[in-house]
């Protein structure tokens, strides 16, 4: 890991001269990681794929940092030893931001703690990075319930560089009737195998199911998508199947697939991607149980991946087609929503997965959670229906990647 330290020292001070000053803290980052020193001054040599902090090296240099702001990282991280007043320098430097609406942060003192900001501010940076020129297919529109769950194209692309494209429900229904039964028995046949069970759904229901899913996947490759959300009741009713497969199956695959064209739920799903690495689950909060702090979440498509064992079922709402009953293991789970509509707001906490529940009146995967936060949230100030469940306490990571982007935290 190579961090680009835009260093700020009053004048006559040479590269080396400013590594022999700040020898101690300079030695000690280099056990972590390979620290290049670079001049404010040669800014321009550095890109957007440059890991960058801003050093303050010495003090009497706050009117060179206000005078190039525009072209240092944001939210800027400002290190500093304390040798020749750089502390009080990044004090008044911070302030001045601070006043400008502008986020900052001061790294000093304890090493260790440095280092485990640092890393924290390498995995924003890096979470960052792969989110940019991301591209989401949304097929069909949203369903008509998500009356909370809509995004700003324009605005989510300029905050998070990541573009949606509207693509006609029309185009998955042609492409399906053209596929034959040859094409996908025998990946059906293949997932209905490794199955725990097959309960409700039949072999014509598999075959219809996987048309769905090379439909969508040959749209996905086309259009170079990295991720869809699909208006998936549109497709009950125009093809009396599911899209439920297809989803777990995409998500398998590594293109990140999310139901009934919830936009802010497909975009959590990238962003928990990008941070973590880890592939969620899309689900519906049933209830909740105020007294033992717990919550039930359901929905009827989980990535296989996700899962210890999985059961074919028919689709939990309609009774057609083709879902998938996951099985997923117990252990530490981290609940997370992004919402509004440029994607300015985030729920997160971390939690235990305690059992798999088998409701009758519910969709077909199901979990039962305790939280390791207030579960009230969801009665006094939820972000929308849908939340994210990925595998794994990741609390921290995401939390500080979306504070680190200016987003709000519900409670």
């Known amino acids: 890991m190579t961090v680009h330290l835009i260093t700020f020292a009053s004048a006559l001070q040479n590269q080396m001269s400013i590594y022999k000053m700040h020898e101690v803290l300079l030695s000690e980052l280099e056990k972590f990681y390979i620290i290049k020193i670079i001049d404010y001054k040669d800014l321009y040599t550095l890109t957007e794929n440059d890991f960058k902090i801003v050093f303050i090296a010495t003090g009497g240099i706050e009117k060179f940092v206000i005078r190039c702001f525009e072209f240092l990282p944001q939210p800027m991280i400002l290190l500093t030893d304390g040798v020749q007043n750089s502390f009080s320098a990044s004090l008044e430097i911070s302030y001045w931001l601070q006043c400008k609406g502008l986020k900052s942060e001061i790294l000093h003192g304890d090493i260790r703690n440095t280092v485990e900001r640092i890393h924290i501010h390498y995995n924003n940076f890096e979470a960052q990075k792969a989110l940019k020129g991301k591209r989401i297919g949304v097929i069909g529109t949203p369903s008509s319930w998500l009356i909370a769950s809509g995004v700003d194209y324009l605005l989510s692309k300029q905050r998070w560089g990541v573009e949606y494209i509207n693509i006609p429900i029309e185009n998955v229904t042609k492409r399906y009737a053209l596929i034959g039964e040859d094409e996908v028995g025998e990946q059906a046949a293949q997932i209905a195998g490794k199955a725990l069970a097959c309960r409700e759904a039949d072999p014509e229901d598999m075959i219809n199911a996987m048309r769905i899913y090379k439909a969508i996947k040959e749209i996905c490759e086309k259009e170079k998508l990295n991720a ?13 199947t599911t899209g439920c497969l297809a989803m777990s199956l995409l998500n398998d695959e590594g293109i990140l697939a999310g139901c009934e064209g919830d936009l802010q739920s497909i975009f959590t799903f990238m962003a928990i991607k990008a941070v973590t690495g880890r592939s969620a689950f899309m689900a519906n909060p049933i209830r909740i149980d105020i007294k033992s702090n717990e919550i039930v979440m359901a ?11 999985y059961i074919i079922r028919n689709h939990f709402e309609s009774s057609k087609g083709v879902s998938i009953q996951g099985i997923l293991p117990t252990g530490d789970v981290t609940i997370v929503k992004c919402g509004g509509e440029c994607l300015d707001e985030y729920y997160v906490t971390s939690g235990s997965l305690i059992e798999n529940t088998n409701y009758l009146n519910v969709c077909r995967t199901q979990i039962r959670i305790k939280l390791d936060s ?9 972000i929308g229906n849908h939340h ?19 987003c709000k935290r519900a409670e």
């Open 388 to 406: 994210m469940v990925v595998i794994g306490n990741y609390e921290k990571k995401l939390d500080a990647f979306f504070a680190s982007n200016n």
């Open 299 to 309: 929905h009827c498509s989980v990535s296989t991946k996700l899962t210890e064992r």
């Open 228 to 240: 869809i959300t699909l208006n998936c009741y549109k497709i009950i009713t125009l093809l009396g």
């Open 374 to 382: 207030p579960v009230d949230y969801f009665l006094r100030n939820p």
